[in-house]
């Protein structure tokens, strides 16, 4: 009995940091790109048990086609910090009406160090990214499906397999304040709720 309640506290400290690198955040639209377009971007997720930080750099291959890597900290309240690795792509579709519409997809993977043991989580999310630019701002929503896998290995229990499929949710706001730069904040659901902040910078 020790042992289940055990593991069902990694499960509730864990799960709560996947929304974190789980695809996460969108930081920004779905319009295209010209080609060769470079995009640096860092930010800060912020929830109720954990708080991940990271940097993303992305490149757009074709003009509706962008792919990006991320590299960030997860910052468990219980818990050691540990490293977090995403990558991912958006194909920007024909624009509709005065929307743009995009179709991303993440898969990524992080690690740390729990009580008495270590927790590896591997996921993979796809969904439907929309936005408009209305002149310096551009409002965005993103859904989709998640999907990851958690193992746990503890002294204690031994290894431990987990795995949830929960839907995805994202609203946010880019404000360009000059024509290479600019902030975006955003409110995230995977299981729980997440802020996002952060900067871009297109080169």
Do not use: C
């Not at 990694?10 to 319009?31: K, N």
């Not at 708080?51 to 750099?57: D, E, F, L, S, T």
């Amino acid at each position: 009995m020790k042992r289940m309640i055990g593991f069902g506290w990694v499960l509730m400290l864990a799960v709560p940091a996947l929304a974190q690198m789980a695809g996460m955040p969108i930081a920004g639209g779905a319009g295209r790109s010209q080609p060769g377009t470079f995009t640096g971007s860092g930010g800060v997720v912020i929830g109720d048990a954990y708080n991940a930080y990271g940097v993303r750099g992305g490149i757009a291959v074709l003009a509706n086609l962008t792919l990006f890597g991320d590299v960030g900290l997860l910052d468990p309240d219980h818990g050691k910090t540990g490293w977090a690795i995403q990558g991912g792509g958006l194909l920007a579709l024909k624009q509709h009406g005065l929307m743009d519409v995009g179709l991303r997809a993440t898969v990524g993977y992080a690690g740390y160090d729990i009580t008495g043991g270590d927790a590896e989580i591997m996921d993979v999310m796809g969904g439907v990214l929309i936005s408009r630019k209305l002149g310096i701002f551009t409002p965005y929503g993103f859904l989709g499906i998640n999907y990851m896998d958690m193992d746990t290995q503890t002294h204690a229990d031994g290894k431990k397999s987990h795995n949830d499929t929960d839907v995805a949710l994202a609203a946010g706001l880019e404000l360009e304040l000059a024509p290479s730069f600019s902030l975006y904040g955003e409110l995230l659901h995977i299981d729980d709720f997440f802020w996002g902040l952060g900067a871009r910078a297109r080169f």
